[in-house]
Each structure stands twice: as structure tokens, then as C-alpha cells.
């Protein structure tokens, strides 16, 4: 019984058992499907977690933050290392830039080249377009410069014979021919000739208008040496005379004026180089016109004039006038004063020579046209140098022996000269250190050459050849120095006087005492001159004024005009 009650019971739970598998089979295909649930997380050791944070630094992964996590109690381990390792390692970067590279401690040319790298196709850009641009100038210069220096002509310095007077009765040299010899044996050589490379000498010869009607070349009056020295920053002005005795190398003793004639400007600076010791590098020819025309284009010159230099004016001026084709009257003055004068009355001041200092005051208003000329020129704008290169290139209004190098040279430095340098003034031969003597029926200057080399050696370079205990071995007697009062000749020329009114060009005048403050006047006598020495400038008083003539008792007759060495006789002039 027991056991068919037990098999019963176990049938029971088998049926029982079955229908709750198959009810459970049909609410399961009746239920709604729901969407899978993720396989659970498997919750990661600590040493794992950082080995895991590690692997994702090193290849830049940075696992992003659950969507239900909220908060770092939400996260798991993993996250909060990952996110732990993280933010330190983003701290430390931040903290690490400015120690590797701190913008303050670059140096300007890292800095210059990090710009450049940055701005590397802009600096191309503009680097091609200021080559391009550079180009164009250069050319349009070189364009420039050709036509203009084409223009200006070389000199024609062919030799020509020069007539020599005979030596006459009224000759003051006792030998002439002994004193011509020594004045040819006192030539200097190569090895005596100063130069330097800091200092450029160019000599200015001046074209008289009657030398340029016609058709031989003529003497010069103006020998006027430029001295440019870059070292000290001045502008030396020197003058020669005229009228010097001298050897010319070749032809013979003469005058140095006739030095020109004979062959020209390089004969002329061959001659002043043997015989004074100075290296001229270059020559320039400017006639007349041209004087006239600079003048005019500057508009003008200053210049205080005295009654005599007014009178004196109006020979030179009318005979410019024929020259120039003008009416014989036009630009004549009439009374004293400051005038404003224009290029034919620049000119015509300027040759003033009988009655206002004779050749030596002509020469030291040559030396104040040009230095006034000069210092005008400092303000010209384009236009105005445009008009004087026109003019000057015109025709043969000017010649010279200057290379394109050596224009090149001079514009290159130009603007620094002629605006900045310090303009001296000297003449040669210097005060007390020549005679005036008779030769060849010739009024002419008889200089120590030694003592006027050392003047103008030191004017120019500051240095000399000469020693200083040497001196010419033909040297004339001194003229006697004038006494106190002095007492002259009435019926000789009007004895020569140096005016001591302060002007623009001469040294500051010191009265003799405090309470003295009218101007005087001192008689020249022969005294050592020195390179500091400044001629004077012609000054407004009434009085004849000149400057460095020492007095001499036998001044040059004024009438009639010398008869000079081609024979024919010299008009009045200059």
C-alpha cells in the first residue's frame, strides 16, 4: 500500500512540475520581449585599474565617464584612477610649459625667427617688391647719371708756345737768369708732393669771357684750390696769385697765371703740385656764363659794398654786359650798401681789382663768392639742382679730367660736405712771405716757396715735408717794415690796410680797450703768418680795403696796364 501511495505522490510532482515548465513556456511567449541588460561589469582589481590608466596615457585614450554615473561615489575604480591620472597628468603639463619655454627668456633672434617663420610668405612678397623697386632706381640713376656726365667735355689740353719778354732795364732782380735757374732746380719730386687718401683736392679754374670769345685758351685769374678733408671736416679755400714768378715744368719761368695758356688746366695743376708740394687729384674749367647762371639760379649773393666798390664796378660789369650781349648799363649800381646781388653783379664784384686791394683783394672776394655760393647751395631743393646741372653740362660751360668713379665718389659724400664741413680760407703766397719784384718788365710775386709749402701743407693735411728750419735758398730782402704813424707816398696808391669790422668771414675783432667801440683800422706789416690766419672780407666802411698784401714802398703802378708775356697788352680788367 505504502508503496503504490508513494508512486502515486511521485507521479504527482512529476505532473505538477511539468505544468509549471509549460505555463512558464507560455507566459514567456506571451510576455513582452524586453531588450537585453549588458552583461555586467566585471569589477576590476586596484593594481589593475592603474595598470589599465597607465596603458591609456601612453596611447592617449581617455575613457569616457559613464552615462549613470553622477558623482565619484557612482564610479567605479577604474574610472576614478583613469580620471585621477588624468587631471595630474594635465596639471603637470600646465605647470611644465612656461619652464620649457618661457616667453620672457627668448632671445630677439628666436623671437626675430619664430616672426619670420610665421610671416615667411609676407617677407617674400615684400622682399621681391623692394628688389624690384631697387632695380628700378638703380636704373633710372644710372640713366641719370650718364646723361648728365656725357654733357660735360674733357679739356683739350694741347701744348702751346708762349712768347717770353726780354729781361729789361727796369728789372729788379739783379740775375734773372740765375734766379730762373734756381726756381727750376727748387722743383719738387714725387717723394715731396703730400697726399693723403682722407683728403681731396680739386682745383677750380676760372674761364675769363674774353678767353672764351675767342679762340686760343688765354691766362687764367682764378686758381682757386677745393680742399675737402674727411678727417678734420672742413673745406679749405685757397688762392694763388696770379701774378707768382714760377717754373712751369717744360715750358720756362713765367707768370702762373700763363700756365693755362701754355697747356691748359693739367699743366697748370702739374705746375702747382712741383713747385708747392701738394697732390691735386682732379681740375675743373667753369667760364664765366656759368658763374653768372649758378649765381642766378641760388637767387643771388649778399655782399655789403663801399662807394669805391660800386665806381669800381661798373668797368668790369659794362664789359661783361658787351660779352653778354645786355645793354652796357644793365645791373649797375650807383650808391653803397647791402645789396642782393645777381649773377652779373656777383661777377662783376668779383673782378673788381685796381683801387680796392689790387690783386689781392680781388682774390679774397673770389674766395667769399665761392664760400657764399657754397653755403647758399646747402639749402637747394631738387628743382633748383636740377637747373644747375642743366646749365653747368650745357654745351662747354665746363670741363674736367674726373672720372665716373670719381663723381660717384663725390656725390656718394656729398651731402655731408656741403652741409656739415667747416669752410677755411687761405692765400698763397701768404702774408710776409714774398717780395714784389720787377722781371722781364713784369710786376710779379717772388715767394719763398719752402715757408709757403709749410703754410699750405699744414692748412690742408695738418702735417708738413718742409723742417721747420728750412727755408728757400733764394730768398729777396724783406721791404722794410713802416713805422709809427706811418708815412707813405701821396702820390703812390693808397696804402694798404686791413679793416678790422666784424663780419661773417673774418675773426672776431677785440677792441684795444672796453670802452673803445668804434672800428679802426691797422697798417699791415710783415709778421709770421699762420694757418689760422682768415683774410678779411670786404666790410661796408668807405675806406679802401684789402687783404694779405704786405705794405710795400713801390706798389705796382695802376697805369698803364703791364704788358703781358704773349705780347700783347692786357686789358683793364678783372
Given at each position: 500500500m505504502s508503496d503504490e501511495r508513494n508512486n502515486g505522490e511521485m507521479h504527482s510532482d512529476e505532473e505538477s512540475l511539468n505544468d509549471l515548465i509549460a505555463s512558464a513556456i507560455e507566459k514567456k511567449k506571451d510576455a513582452p520581449k524586453k531588450e537585453p541588460q549588458p552583461a555586467p561589469v566585471k569589477e576590476m582589481t586596484l593594481q589593475e585599474s592603474i595598470a589599465q590608466a597607465k596603458y591609456n596615457k601612453q596611447n592617449g585614450i581617455r575613457p569616457a565617464p559613464r552615462k549613470e554615473q553622477t558623482s565619484e561615489q557612482d564610479m567605479s575604480i577604474e574610472d576614478m584612477v583613469a580620471n585621477a591620472m588624468h587631471k595630474k597628468s594635465g596639471?603637470?603639463?600646465?605647470?611644465?610649459?612656461?619652464?620649457?619655454?618661457?616667453?620672457?627668456?627668448?632671445?630677439?633672434?628666436?623671437?626675430?625667427k619664430e616672426f619670420f617663420v610665421r610671416n615667411k610668405l609676407k617677407f617674400i612678397i615684400a622682399g621681391m617688391v623692394i628688389v624690384v623697386v631697387a632695380l628700378i632706381a638703380l636704373l633710372v640713376f644710372i640713366l641719370f647719371f650718364n646723361h648728365y656726365y656725357k654733357r660735360i667735355e674733357r679739356e683739350n689740353a694741347s701744348r702751346v708756345e708762349v712768347s717770353v719778354n726780354s729781361i729789361g732795364e727796369s728789372d729788379t732782380v739783379s740775375n734773372v737768369v740765375e734766379y730762373e735757374d734756381y726756381l727750376k732746380d727748387q722743383l719738387k719730386d714725387y717723394a715731396d708732393i703730400m697726399a693723403s687718401k682722407e683728403v681731396y683736392n680739386v682745383l677750380l679754374v676760372g674761364e675769363d669771357l674774353r678767353d672764351t670769345a675767342g679762340e686760343s685758351r688765354g691766362n687764367t685769374d682764378v686758381m682757386l684750390l677745393v680742399s675737402v678733408n674727411r678727417e678734420t671736416k672742413k673745406i679749405i679755400l685757397t688762392s694763388f696769385m696770379r701774378d707768382i714768378y714760377i717754373y712751369i715744368p717744360d715750358v720756362g719761368s713765367n707768370k702762373l697765371n700763363s700756365a693755362y695758356a701754355a697747356g691748359g688746366a693739367s699743366l697748370l695743376k702739374d705746375t702747382l703740385e712741383k713747385n708747392f708740394g701738394v697732390k691735386i687729384d682732379n681740375y675743373v674749367i667753369v667760364n664765366f656764363y656759368t658763374f653768372i647762371q649758378i649765381v642766378d639760379i641760388l637767387g643771388g649773393i649778399e655782399?655789403?659794398?663801399?662807394?669805391?666798390?660800386?665806381?669800381?664796378m661798373r668797368n668790369p660789369m659794362m664789359e661783361q654786359n658787351m660779352y653778354l650781349g645786355n645793354p652796357s648799363t644793365q645791373d649797375l649800381l650807383s650808391v653803397a650798401g647791402h645789396y642782393n646781388l645777381n649773377g652779373n653783379q656777383a661777377l662783376g664784384y668779383a673782378r673788381i681789382r685796381y683801387n680796392v686791394g689790387d690783386d689781392y683783394g680781388r682774390t679774397a672776394r673770389q674766395r667769399e663768392v665761392i664760400q657764399k655760393m657754397i653755403e647758399k647751395s646747402r639749402g637747394m631743393d631738387l628743382g633748383q639742382m636740377k637747373d644747375i646741372l642743366d646749365k653747368v653740362t650745357e654745351g662747354d660751360n665746363v670741363r674736367w679730367d674726373l672720372s665716373q668713379e670719381d663723381v660717384l665718389s663725390l656725390l656718394y659724400n656729398a651731402v655731408d660736405y656741403y652741409r656739415n664741413y667747416e669752410i677755411q680760407q687761405i692765400q698763397i703766397p701768404a702774408s710776409g712771405y714774398f717780395t714784389t719784384q720787377t722781371i722781364r718788365e713784369m710786376d710779379c710775386l717772388c715767394p719763398d716757396f719752402a715757408a709757403n709749402t709749410e703754410i699750405l701743407q699744414m692748412a690742408i693735411y695738418g702735417k708738413t715735408f718742409v723742417n721747420p728750419e728750412q727755408t728757400s735758398q733764394y730768398v729777396f730782402e724783406e721791404p722794410p717794415v713802416y713805422t709809427d704813424p706811418p708815412v707813405y707816398d701821396t702820390t703812390a696808391a693808397p696804402p694798404q690796410v686791413y679793416e678790422t669790422t666784424t663780419s661773417e668771414t673774418t675773426p672776431e675783432y677785440v677792441p684795444p680797450t672796453e670802452t673803445e667801440t668804434t672800428t679802426s683800422e691797422t697798417v699791415v706789416t710783415p709778421e709770421e703768418t699762420t694757418i689760422e690766419e682768415q683774410p678779411p672780407a670786404v666790410t661796408t666802411t668807405p675806406e679802401p680795403v684789402v687783404t694779405d698784401q704786405p705794405p710795400n714802398p713801390t706798389p705796382p703802378p695802376q697805369t698803364p696796364p703791364p704788358v703781358d708775356n704773349t705780347g700783347q697788352q692786357e686789358a683793364p680788367a678783372a
Open positions: 596639471k603637470s603639463q600646465r605647470a611644465k610649459a612656461p619652464e620649457e619655454e618661457p616667453e620672457e627668456e627668448k632671445s630677439f633672434w628666436q623671437k626675430a655782399a655789403d659794398l663801399t662807394q669805391v666798390m660800386v665806381d669800381e
